[in-house]
C-alpha cells in the first residue's frame, strides 16, 4: 500500500507540473511526459490498449518502443485552420465543467449557460494566442514523429473533418489488424473479440471527440492515434 501511495504521489505531482505547461500554451517536455505515460502503461502487456495523444516527439517515441512494441499509428489529418476555429470556439461553465461548442453545440443564449444562468468563459488554453502557440510547438515537434513512424511502416493516414466519413475506413483498417472481430464472432465472442470489440468503440469515440475538438487541451488536437493489440 505504502508503494502504491507513493507511486500515487509522484504521478500527482508530475501532473500538476505538466499542467502548468499546458496552460502556457507549451508542449510537456519529453521526460515528463514519458515518465507520466511509461507509469501508466506498466503491466498492460496482456491487454489491448490504444494511446491518444503520445508521443509527441521522437524522445518520446523512441523511449515507448524500449518498453512495448506497437502495431499501428494512425495519424487523422484536420487542417491547422479547421482545428484552431473549432478549440477557440469552446466555452466552459467553471462550476459544472459543462462544455459549449459555438459550432457543435452552442448555448442556448451566447456566453450564458443553458442550467444556470451563469456566464461562460473561455480557458486560457482555449484562446487564438495561446492555440496558435501550441499548434506552433506541433509543427516543430510533432510532425517529425509521423515520419519517425512512417519510415518505420506503421503509419496510415486518414484525412477528413467529420466522424461520420471518415470512421468507417478506419474501422475497416483497423479490422485488418484485428481480425477476430466479425459479424460471425460478435454472436459468441471470446474474451479476447469482446476486448477486441470495446477497444474498436472506443476508438470510434475518439475519433468523434478529435474530430470536433471537444476534448481537453492536453491531447485533442494531436491528430494520431498510437493503437497496440496485446
Known amino acids: ?21 499546458i496552460d502556457q500554451g507549451q508542449l510537456i517536455p519529453d521526460d515528463i511526459m514519458t515518465q ?8 498492460l502487456d496482456r491487454y489491448n490498449w490504444l494511446l491518444d495523444g503520445f508521443p509527441r516527439t ?13 502495431d499501428t499509428v494512425i495519424d487523422l489529418d ?10 477557440t470556439a469552446r466555452w466552459i461553465h467553471p462550476a459544472s465543467g459543462r462544455v459549449y461548442n459555438l459550432e457543435f453545440n452552442p448555448p442556448k443564449v451566447q456566453g450564458i449557460d443553458d442550467i444556470t444562468g451563469e456566464p461562460l468563459v473561455q480557458r486560457d488554453d482555449d484562446k487564438p494566442e495561446t492555440v496558435s502557440k501550441r499548434l506552433q ?6 510532425k517529425p514523429v509521423l515520419e519517425y513512424y512512417r519510415k518505420k511502416g506503421l503509419l496510415k493516414s486518414f484525412s477528413g473533418t467529420e466522424t461520420n466519413k471518415i470512421w468507417p475506413h478506419i474501422y475497416a483498417f483497423l479490422q485488418t489488424k484485428l481480425p477476430d472481430v466479425s459479424q ?11 476486448q477486441n470489440c470495446s477497444l474498436l468503440f ?13 476534448s481537453h487541451m492536453e491531447s485533442y488536437f494531436y491528430e494520431w492515434i498510437c493503437y497496440c493489440i496485446g
Open 1 to 21: 500500500m505504502m508503494e502504491r501511495e507513493v507511486i500515487t504521489q509522484i504521478i500527482l505531482e508530475v501532473g500538476i507540473l505538466a499542467k502548468s505547461y
Open 36 to 43: 507520466l505515460m511509461l507509469n501508466e502503461i506498466k503491466g
Open 58 to 70: 521522437v524522445a518520446q517515441a523512441e523511449a515507448l518502443d524500449k518498453e512495448c512494441d506497437i
Open 78 to 87: 484536420v487542417p491547422f485552420e479547421t482545428i484552431k476555429c473549432r478549440l
Open 137 to 142: 510547438a506541433y509543427d516543430a515537434q510533432t
Open 184 to 194: 460471425k464472432d460478435a454472436a459468441n465472442p471470446s474474451l479476447h473479440v469482446r
Open 202 to 214: 472506443y476508438l470510434q469515440s475518439v475519433c468523434k471527440r478529435r474530430l470536433e475538438s471537444r
